[in-house]
């Protein structure tokens, strides 16, 4: 499909909006969705929340086959979806500090039989000691395994998750869990980032891009070898319910190791912009935000009105949104995106006329829904629906 139709489709169905706003391209949604199942190659794949932070749009990837179970960024966020019946099955994959939360999940028996939180040393455990008391009812727990790769002492590539990076470490946590009242030890979960969210391929960038799929190469090795290990020693203590794994970016090669039993993932279903470096798939964008041009300072620029909605992570050019269609716009270097204005500059800003708008995209996937408090959802020509994002709930758990 040509940039020009994509544009007309976008703008026909909108044609009634004023932006900004929002929008969800559900054939898109669907067909990522696909690939996503296709890349898992048989594992489930439970669907990270965090980056979609929509109800509708969770429970549409999860009544497709090859989704199963909820990745959960925070506590509370787990036992609001378990009120709503949005799903059963959730996995916190966070550790937490909310003890309001924790006394709500000891009080209520079904979340109990569902949620799970995350640990990875004896002082979350302390912790969960101190907000219910002695005697409080069995909590679901899983284990924190670090996928980092550690080649070389005092070298560390990857996120800075869980203390626990040995198989010996793993056990005696596991030790420490199964001898304490009031803990079920259920799961383990490692997540590669330096992998599953680092692009292999990043654009104008071929040197970066060979030294990232070195390191990627050497890191997996590495990691089959010691997660397989962690999951031997821990097994040997009690049995697992679930061993997780992966990301968006590294569903193939996480998917290989024997030892995973489910795989996390869902930002490759909105495909924001840091998905476009990578070489092995190629996910379509869905996830879009329309802003109005509402000045035209000089030739080859319009003046977009807001549109500030700059990505988390580090202070890098790729955590800003950019301009999708029409094409070849770009944002300016000593503007950027701004909180009531953002100029875009290029040859295709002199087509461009007050009112007119400007299709962007973020640099990632579930904070978009930090910024509109709804979804309208397109499928085919026309706007299907018009759905609330967490923050059109009155939710934010951030």
Request: net charge positive; with cysteine.
């Amino acid at each position: 499909m040509s940039a020009h139709v994509r544009r007309t489709r976008l703008d026909g169905a909108t044609r009634d909006l004023d932006p900004p706003f929002a929008l969800v391209d559900l054939d898109a949604f669907d067909r990522n969705a696909a690939d996503l199942v296709r890349r898992a190659s048989g594992r489930p794949i439970r669907l990270a929340s965090k980056s979609i932070r929509c109800r509708e749009l969770i429970a549409r990837a999860l009544a497709m086959p090859g989704f199963a179970g909820i990745m959960c960024y925070s506590l509370a966020e787990a036992l609001w979806l378990a009120d709503e019946k949005t799903g059963r099955d959730l996995l916190v994959a966070y550790p937490t500090a909310d003890r309001a939360s924790l006394r709500k999940l000891a009080a209520d028996e079904a979340a109990r039989s569902g949620v799970t939180i995350m640990v990875d040393s004896i002082a979350h455990l302390d912790f969960v000691d101190a907000a219910l008391g002695s005697g409080h009812p069995t909590v679901r727990v899983c284990l924190e395994l670090d996928a980092s790769w550690r080649p070389v002492r005092g070298v560390h590539v990857g996120t800075r998750r869980s203390p626990v990076h040995t198989p010996e470490q793993a056990a005696d946590l596991a030790k420490a869990i199964l001898g304490r009242k009031g803990f079920s030890l259920v799961g383990i979960m490692a997540y590669e980032g330096q992998i599953a969210g680092l692009g292999d391929a990043p654009p104008g960038r071929r040197a970066r891009g060979s030294a990232v799929r070195w390191m990627q190469r050497h890191s997996a090795r590495e990691l089959r070898e010691r997660r397989a290990a962690a999951v031997a020693a821990v097994s040997a203590l009690t049995r697992l319910e679930f061993v997780n794994g992966g990301g968006t970016g590294s569903l193939e090669v996480t998917a290989a190791e024997a030892c995973i039993t489910e795989l996390a993932a869902g930002s490759g279903l909105l495909a924001p912009t840091l998905f476009d470096a990578y070489r092995t798939f190629h996910p379509e964008p869905a996830a879009l935000f329309a802003l109005p041009v509402v000045r035209r300072p000089a030739p080859r620029i319009a003046t977009l009105f807001s549109g500030g909605y700059l990505a988390s992570g580090t202070a890098t050019p790729d955590r800003l949104p950019q301009a999708y269609l029409p094409e070849g716009l770009r944002l300016t270097e000593l503007e950027g995106a701004g909180e009531v204005q953002t100029p875009v500059v290029g040859d295709a800003a002199d087509s461009l006329r007050v009112g007119d708008r400007v299709w962007m995209r973020h640099a990632k996937a579930g904070e978009l829904a930090e910024r509109f408090t709804a979804f309208h959802l397109l499928r085919g020509e026309a706007i299907e629906r018009t759905v609330p994002t967490y923050r059109g709930e009155g939710r934010c758990f951030g």
